[in-house]
């Protein structure tokens, strides 16, 4: 498969190989215990299946494998019984683009016709994932393209490790490598909010970090919430991943304009529960996300507010330089600002890195990301066919 340029993308990879057949199970994100069943189900008793499901998770997750007839550790007639009744299939991928930076952003199609985004960001020998977790989000950040769009739907577990199975194909890193990954860290931190959603990211996310599979570590795995406080403790606790928090203002006040969610569990309950985050600690500290938005939030007096704000947490601040998008009704702060906030926040003994903007020039950088899904009307004909194909929008 080829990719497009800067600016340019591929649409339609109908000759892509193993598109989803909608009449088979897909046996992606499945955990083990759902795989065995599935086994069992074609057959195999259930002692053998625990075995087969071991296999098959082998195949799957260490190997990469999208067609049964590669299982070699599979008897001839278990294959075939499996490709009869499952698949492996990835979504379509409607859309690739490549950034002059080298940022790839995939816009994937599920098997009902709805998109979500995800997007490599290589560094120089690694790189991070950025996965999204829903259809559209239901935030309404201000600041955020996702936010423009509605809440189409969740992701389910095998949608959102499909993003990652799909980054790995296309950079061919199967089997999964022991070290020197290109692919090194996923970050939730796409489409939509990963803790309204938390049950498939759950999932998902324990697939990833299984060591009979893919293998991610959780010290290279991030989630970012716009602040859900009461599963913020929960997602320490089950999954121990490192946790990002969507700040952005300093008062209740600012923050209930640009993040409606701030209303319903403002500063005071975030940081509570970003104090009781459990693993959180000078190695591991809690990333603080500011989007820097020119004479809103990015005065000397925020970032003094911001660090007494915190006080007592271990913590980094990331700078985020704001990405325009289409109609977007902030400016990006100007250099200078930024630098006088970040010396501000270093001084107090914070890390303050300002992050690069990466894929700006086709819109995959932090909050550029949409998709034209839709939520279907609701009118009883309606539900039952299926949605409009997207339209294709031309990116310049
Ligand atoms: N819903 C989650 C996951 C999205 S992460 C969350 O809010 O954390 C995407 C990050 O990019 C968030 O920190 C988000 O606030 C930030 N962001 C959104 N729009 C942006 C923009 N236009 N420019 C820079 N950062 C933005």
């Known amino acids: ?25 897909s046996l992606i994100g499945m955990d083990r215990a759902e795989l065995a069943r599935a086994v069992a189900e074609i057959g195999e008793s259930e002692k053998a299946a625990k075995l087969r499901a071991k296999q098959l998770w082998h195949w799957i997750y260490h190997h990469g494998v999208d067609d049964f ?8 007639p278990l294959r075939q019984a499996l490709a009869d009744a499952y698949t492996l299939a990835r979504p379509e991928i409607a859309r690739l683009q490549k950034s002059t930076d080298g940022t790839r952003k995939w816009l994937l199609r599920f098997i009902d016709g709805q998109e979500a985004e995800s997007v490599f960001i290589p560094e120089e020998d690694r790189g991070a994932l950025c996965m999204s977790a829903q259809v559209g ?3 309404s950040c201000r600041f955020c393209h996702t936010g423009t769009q509605r809440m189409v739907r969740n992701l389910d577990a095998r949608e959102i490790i499909s993003q990652f199975l799909v980054a790995r194909d296309s950079y061919g890193e199967w089997p999964s490598p022991r070290d020197g990954r290109m692919i090194s860290n996923i970050v939730m931190m796409g489409m939509g909010e990963p803790l309204f959603n938390y049950d498939n990211v759950a999932k998902a996310i324990r697939i990833a970090m299984d060591r009979e599979g893919l ?30 928090i969507s700040l952005h203002a300093v008062t209740d006040d600012l923050r209930d304009e640009l993040m409606p969610i701030n209303r319903k569990y403002p500063l005071a309950a975030l940081l509570d529960a970003c104090r009781r985050y459990p693993g959180a600690t000078n190695a591991r500290r809690i990333t603080f996300e500011y989007v820097m938005l020119k004479g809103i939030n990015d005065s000397p007096a925020d970032a003094k507010a911001l660090v ?37 926040v270093n001084k107090a003994g914070y890390s303050s890195p300002v992050r690069a903007p990466r894929g700006r020039d086709i819109l995959a950088a932090c909050g550029q990301l949409r998709s034209h899904s839709m939520r279907a009307p609701r009118s009883a004909g309606a539900a039952k066919s299926p949605p409009p194909p997207a339209p294709r929008a031309a990116i310049s």
Request: glycine share 10%; with cysteine.
């Open 1 to 25: 498969m080829e990719i497009a340029g800067a600016g340019t993308y591929i649409t339609g990879m109908s000759e892509a190989s193993a598109l989803e057949p909608a009449d088979r199970v």
């Open 69 to 76: 007839a590669r299982m070699s550790s599979l008897n001839g």
């Open 137 to 139: 989000c239901t935030l």
């Open 215 to 244: 293998s991610i570590s959780r010290r290279r795995i991030t989630l970012s919430t716009a602040g859900v406080a009461p599963l913020i403790e929960r997602c320490g606790a089950e999954l121990g991943v490192g946790l990002a």
């Open 308 to 344: 007494q704000l915190i006080a007592g947490i271990p913590a980094k601040i990331n700078l985020i330089p704001f990405n325009a998008w289409p109609g977007a009704p902030y400016e990006c702060s100007p250099t200078e600002d930024i630098a006088r906030f970040a010396a501000i």
